[in-house]
């Protein structure tokens, strides 16, 4: 557990948590090519490779209100996709309940994830040529998102079929070099779809569940 603002709680997400999360949550945040599957999300758990934190908020004024006698709902997530011996982790999923978008909670947990003093990559969708105006203006306000909250554009990249931009934060004297190939091992070399960096003229490659 992790110090919050008041009346509330940053923590792991049990197992209970975790499928309500995935079917309540991602489904409803993410498409499909970008929501690995939840029996994959569990084997790298069970790995000590991955971690789900929600933010939770006390009182009944919450989404979903105070079930079970807690007094707390899950207000926004954030997943982590780590490896050990690596430093580096991935800011996997990032996201806040419908109902409380476009109010700070995810900034706010960003700056909690900052606070865990570990080197963070953060993937952003890139603009995509030939898509209408408004796709791609909340691809830009996305990226500004995190450079808002202090992460720093770096380079492209490929994951789910997609071009992303990659953002860091708590990188300190790494070499940029250094924090690709972090990132790359990060998913492993079963992940083919991943590519760090992506050149300006190679083609993304769809995710393996997905073929």
């Known amino acids: 557990m992790i110090p919050a603002a008041p009346d509330r709680i940053f923590r792991q997400l049990d197992n209970d948590e975790i499928r309500d999360w995935y079917s309540r949550e991602l489904a409803e945040a993410f498409a499909e090519n970008e929501r690995k599957p939840l029996g994959d999300i569990y084997s790298l758990i069970e790995q000590d490779r991955y971690e789900i934190w929600g933010l939770f908020g006390r009182g009944t004024d919450m989404p979903g209100g105070a079930e079970g006698g807690t007094g707390c709902a899950l207000i926004g997530y954030a997943a982590l996709w780590k490896r050990p011996g690596i430093p580096l982790v991935l800011l996997d999923y990032l996201g806040v309940t419908a109902a409380l978008r476009n109010g700070g909670t995810g900034s706010e947990i960003l700056k909690l994830l900052k606070d865990l003093n570990v080197p963070i990559v953060a993937e952003s969708e890139t603009p995509v040529a030939g898509d209408s105006e408004e ?54 070399p079963e992940r083919t779809d991943v590519k760090v960096p992506l050149g300006p003229d190679e083609t993304p490659e769809m995710p393996y569940w997905m073929k």
């Open 135 to 188: 796709a791609n203006s909340i691809r830009r306000r996305r990226i500004a998102f995190y450079e808002r909250n202090g992460f720093a554009p770096a380079y492209e990249m490929a994951t789910c079929g997609m071009r992303w931009k990659a953002l860091t934060a708590n990188t300190g004297g790494l070499a940029m070099s250094e924090v690709m190939r972090m990132h790359r091992e990060l998913y492993g």
